[in-house]
């Protein structure tokens, strides 16, 4: 991996950055307190993983009186689509159509869902994207 090339998230590490972009920036006990609730685990565990993660760049760490507040460094969207793409390149052989179709065939997709396909398949059609 070169020196600019962004870390991907371990699957626990990806559950913690869920929990910051969608709360924002968080303590550690705040963390453990979501992530708990699906699944037990221990505090002293989600420290550990976060405290990698900062190591990692992939959240960084403030101190605010005396906790210390963690925020994600990544942007969920470009998480995102590193994990995508990495799926597409060693499951798909890198066929966008295969994992789509796999990806409708797997979990049904609500109408609204299957409209915001359509309209992403127009606009590169239109060349927009």
């Known amino acids: 991996m070169s ?5 991907r998230p371990t699957e626990a590490e990806l559950q913690i950055l869920k929990v910051l972009w969608k709360k924002g920036a968080s303590t550690v006990r705040e963390v453990y307190e979501v992530l708990n609730q699906s699944k037990p ?3 002293t565990t989600v420290l ?6 900062t190591e990692k760049a992939l959240v960084k760490r403030s101190l605010l009186q005396r906790a210390h507040l963690y925020e994600a460094n990544v942007a969920e969207s470009q998480t995102q689509q590193q994990l995508v793409g990495d799926l597409l390149d ?6 966008a159509s ?6 409708l065939s797997n979990k049904k997709a609500s109408p609204q869902e299957i409209s915001e396909i359509r309209n992403l398949l127009d606009e590169f059609e239109r060349g927009n994207k």
């Open 48 to 53: 550990k993983l976060m405290q990698i993660m």
């Open 41 to 43: 685990m221990l505090y």
């Open 98 to 103: 295969q994992l789509v179709m796999r990806a």
């Open 3 to 7: 020196k600019g090339d962004p870390l």
């Open 90 to 95: 060693k499951v798909f052989d890198g066929s």
